[in-house]
Structures are given as structure tokens and as C-alpha cells.
């Protein structure tokens, strides 16, 4: 899922500078398991603003704000409140977001900052895993993505800081390359370390990415 957190007051209020009325726009799928823009915090949202004197003209959480069809579907059932409102402020990860601004002309404010794409070890606890590169190299680091878990991002670890299997960048952090190491031991398979590592096709990640299901 994509981590996301709620910007600080005093940015968030800087954003809004100027404005007397929102619409307030919340995700039910990402942004509600992250606490950042469910159905609990716009409506805390709604509470906090009018105490800096911005009033909500109303408020949707879209179950999947990143979906554009739908957030414009949703947006239309709530027009008269939405033109009242001097601009858009969205709960939403960057992709949620824009497809909010890319349904209505106006202003549109984000609340949140999205952080990465996250794996979730319990309720409440995230942790990265892919950088979505584009060119997985797993088959070859035994599922360790050395690409996000390294601090160097390196492909051909493990770097000279490395010291007792922990990362020289912070001491708390199994190195990367070690576990991938170790891993292809236990597994009996040289992987990566049996073979010469081309550089990384960063070009299989275009950006803006593409991608269309045939049907
Ligand atoms: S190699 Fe790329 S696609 Fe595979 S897990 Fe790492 S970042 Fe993600
Ligand atoms: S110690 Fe390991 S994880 Fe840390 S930067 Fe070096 S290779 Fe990467």
C-alpha cells in the first residue's frame, strides 16, 4: 500500500492561506489504513480548521481516491458543495490527489505526503520493500530487493562499511547484501554472486509509467 501521513499544521495552514471554505476529500483505502485521510480524520480535519476559522462546505471519503473515474463520479454527487468551496483539500497519497486536481479546475490542496510503497508488518507498522524499478532483479538476491533495503541501493554489495552482517548507515540494520548472502547460502545457489551484474536497466522504469491490461 502507499504510506502516507498528514503535513504539519502550520504547512497545511500556509497551503490554505487566504481560503474560508473546503471541501474536504478523504481515501478509504491506503490513507484510511495509515490513519492519514479516513473517514476519523477528515472529519477531526473538519473539526481542527473551523478553529482556524476555515469551514468545511462538505466532505467524501472515495473509496479509492487514486481511481480517477471514480473520484470524478464522486466529486459530481457533491457539486453544489464543491463550488462552494474556494478549493479541494485532499487526504490522499500524490496519486489520489491528482486525480482529484485532474477532476475539477479547482484549487486543489494536499494534506498528506506520501512516503513509499509499503509493506505492512502489523497494523500501524510499515516498512519498504520495492522502489518499483521496473527491472525486479529477486530471481537473482534470493527476494531480498537490494535496490530499496540497501542504503546505497547498491547491485553489487556488500559495501566496504559493512560490519558484523550490519549496515554501516545505521547499526540497527541488517545489511542487505549480507541477508541476500546468506539466504543464497542456506539455499545452495550462488544467484547474484554467481554471475556478472549488468548495470541496471533503469529504462524499463519510464516515467510517467504506462501500463495497460489487454483484455
Ligand atoms: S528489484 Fe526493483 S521491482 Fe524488484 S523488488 Fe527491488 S525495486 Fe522492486
Ligand atoms: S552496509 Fe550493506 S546495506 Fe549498508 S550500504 Fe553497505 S551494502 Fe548497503
New binding site residues.
Given amino acids: 500500500m502507499i504510506i502516507s501521513r498528514q503535513k504539519e499544521r502550520e504547512e497545511l495552514l500556509q497551503a490554505l492561506s487566504g481560503m474560508q471554505r473546503v471541501f474536504i476529500v478523504g481515501c478509504g483505502a491506503c490513507a484510511t489504513a495509515c490513519k492519514a485521510g479516513g473517514e476519523d480524520e477528515v472529519f477531526r480535519m473538519q473539526e481542527n480548521l473551523a478553529k482556524d476559522g476555515i469551514d468545511a462546505t462538505g466532505s467524501v471519503v472515495i473509496d479509492e481516491a487514486c481511481h480517477i473515474m471514480r473520484a470524478g463520479r464522486d466529486l459530481r454527487h457533491h457539486r453544489q458543495a464543491v463550488d462552494e468551496a474556494d478549493a479541494l483539500l485532499v487526504l490522499a497519497c500524490g496519486s489520489g490527489i491528482q486525480s482529484i486536481s485532474s477532476n475539477t479546475d479547482k484549487r486543489v490542496v494536499g494534506g498528506l505526503d506520501s512516503l513509499f510503497l509499503g509493506n505492512v508488518r502489523r497494523f500501524g507498522q510499515y516498512e519498504e520493500k520495492?522502489?518499483?524499478?521496473g527491472?525486479?532483479?529477486?530471481n537473482e538476491t534470493a527476494g531480498i530487493?537490494p535496490?530499496?533495503t540497501c542504503a546505497k541501493g547498491l547491485l553489487n554489495g556488500p559495501c566496504g562499511g559493512m560490519e558484523n552482517g550490519r549496515c554501516e548507515t545505521d547499526p540497527d540494520i541488517v545489511c542487505a547484501w549480507h541477508e541476500i548472502y546468506e539466504r543464497l547460502k542456506r539455499q545452495g545457489r550462488p544467484g547474484v554472486f554467481g554471475r556478472t551484474v549488468a548495470p541496471k536497466n533503469w529504462g524499463r522504469r519510464g516515467k510517467p509509467g504506462r501500463h495497460n491490461v489487454e483484455r
Avoid: P
Avoid at 527491472?135 to 529477486?138: A, G, H, P
Fill in positions: 520495492c522502489s518499483l524499478c527491472d525486479c532483479i529477486l530487493c535496490v530499496t
